[in-house]
């Protein structure tokens, strides 16, 4: 059964040959990036590709194509053009959160460190920081 039957079929009220899994299909059912290097690390190895951060005023990282394999995942996402912060997922650049984990950002995410330890974002238009 492909992925596409096994969604459309208990829709249709018949029994697939297993469950559909959907997991990072929109931001509801998102995951850290954080997480999404984990699994990548224990599933797929340490040669796997970064996690690339597709929504970063939540930090949720796109599942990709290596780690949907790894997982079985059914159902892809479709993302917006534009994320919650107002620019569009493009020029990746790399990047390492608060904790450690290496990921890619998108161009126009700039982080700067805060004095107390925190975060400040630099707004792509208006060239001003605001707490992050």
Partial sequence: MTSRQRLITPLEHRQPDRVCVDFGGTWIPGIHTSIVHQLKQRLIG???TPARVHEPYQMLAEVDAELRKALGVDVIGVWPRKNLLGYEATNWKPFTLFDGTPCLVPGNFNVSPAADGGGLRR??????????
Avoid at 123 to 132: C, E, I, Q, V, Y
């Fill in 46 to 48: 340490p040669f796997a």
């Fill in 123 to 132: 707004n792509h238009k208006t060239g001003l920081d605001r707490r992050f």
